[in-house]
């Protein structure tokens, strides 16, 4: 598949510098993870892999201003979020990043589309106006037709798709998805891949977390993780030779 080239795109949407997170003090002590540095360019997919408790989850939440590094710092569009304050920071999550979680955050009590539209009606968008940008969303994910029902009525893979609207709605410059697909049949999987692989052709960046090769393919690059710290990076195409690299170098296998 063709995919933009990220070495034309000019300054970094997302930088990790040199960005460590510990969790708990003396025996307790974690460290999640250890001197990261990251740019995310406009236009590029970047999969994020590795095996469980690997640091994966924790750098998307530091990528997303949802935590905090122990040391280093998070940009993004060059804007320090451990700069700003609690309402700055929740202006440039909600207007720069798109998060994609796992247990999909949606609200109950709202419908699909007002779940999808609510961060533009936060923004000041008028409610009709975030409405019809929600349905566009909904379109775009091949589920127009939930847009009035609630999560409570919905399959987990129709609120995985309905949270993935909710993260492109509007012009996100940086979407972030922790295993987007995992509650998604292979079919409705890879077209939603489709989905954020256009939206990074169209000038977005993107970081997922996946644990499958086939998935990462779909990346500009593929960065592992390993005890908290990038062992390797290489283009999407030699991911599954990454993952078998990395789990010779470590004498044992690679598991999600």
């Given at each position: 598949?063709?995919?933009?080239?990220?070495?034309?795109?000019?300054?970094?949407?997302?930088?990790?510098?040199?960005?460590?997170?510990?969790?708990?003090?003396?025996?307790?002590?974690?460290?999640?993870?250890?001197?990261?540095?990251?740019?995310?360019r406009?236009?590029?997919?970047?999969?994020?892999?590795?095996?469980s408790?690997?640091?994966?989850?924790?750098?998307?939440?530091?990528?997303?201003?949802?935590?905090?590094?122990?040391?280093?710092?998070?940009?993004v569009?060059?804007?320090?979020?451990?700069?700003?304050?609690?309402?700055?920071?929740?202006?440039?999550?909600r207007r720069?990043?798109?998060?994609?979680?796992?247990?999909?955050n949606?609200?109950?009590?709202?419908?699909?589309?007002?779940?999808?539209?609510?961060?533009?009606?936060?923004?000041?968008?008028?409610?009709?106006?975030?409405?019809?940008?929600?349905?566009?969303?909904?379109?775009?994910?091949?589920?127009?037709?939930?847009a009035?029902?609630?999560?409570?009525?919905?399959?987990?893979?129709?609120?995985?798709?309905?949270?993935?609207a909710?993260?492109?709605?509007?012009?996100?410059?940086?979407?972030?998805?922790?295993?987007?697909?995992?509650?998604?049949?292979?079919?409705t999987?890879?077209?939603?891949?489709?989905?954020?692989?256009?939206?990074?052709?169209?000038?977005?960046?993107?970081?997922?977390?996946?644990?499958?090769?086939?998935?990462?393919?779909?990346?500009?690059?593929?960065?592992?993780?390993?005890?908290?710290?990038?062992?390797?990076?290489?283009?999407?195409?030699?991911?599954g030779?990454?993952?078998?690299?990395?789990?010779?170098?470590?004498?044992?296998?690679?598991?999600?």
């Amino acid at each position: 598949m063709s995919h933009t080239d990220p070495t034309r795109s000019g300054a970094a949407v997302l930088h990790l510098d040199n960005v460590t997170r510990v969790h708990g003090q003396g025996a307790a002590e974690v460290q999640a993870l250890r001197g990261v540095d990251l740019k995310v360019r406009p236009g590029e997919f970047v999969a994020v892999m590795g095996p469980s408790g690997s640091g994966k989850s924790t750098l998307l939440t530091l990528a997303g201003g949802l935590d905090t590094p122990s040391t280093g710092q998070v940009l993004v569009e060059g804007v320090a979020l451990g700069g700003l304050g609690r309402k700055r920071l929740a202006e440039v999550r909600r207007r720069s990043v798109g998060y994609v979680f796992q247990d999909y955050n949606l609200i109950p009590a709202l419908t699909a589309a007002e779940n999808v539209s609510l961060p533009r009606e936060l923004d000041g968008l008028s409610t009709r106006a975030a409405r019809r940008e929600a349905l566009t969303a909904l379109e775009e994910l091949g589920i127009p037709e939930l847009a009035d029902r609630f999560p409570d009525d919905m399959s987990g893979g129709q609120q995985q798709r309905v949270a993935i609207a909710r993260a492109l709605i509007g012009d996100r410059r940086l979407v972030l998805a922790d295993e987007p697909t995992g509650a998604l049949d292979s079919t409705t999987g890879e077209s939603v891949l489709a989905v954020l692989r256009a939206r990074c052709d169209a000038g977005a960046a993107a970081m997922m977390v996946t644990h499958e090769a086939r998935h990462a393919a779909w990346a500009d690059r593929v960065v592992f993780l390993r005890d908290g710290r990038m062992v390797d990076e290489s283009a999407s195409q030699d991911a599954g030779s990454l993952l078998l690299a990395a789990a010779t170098n470590a004498k044992g296998p690679v598991a999600e």
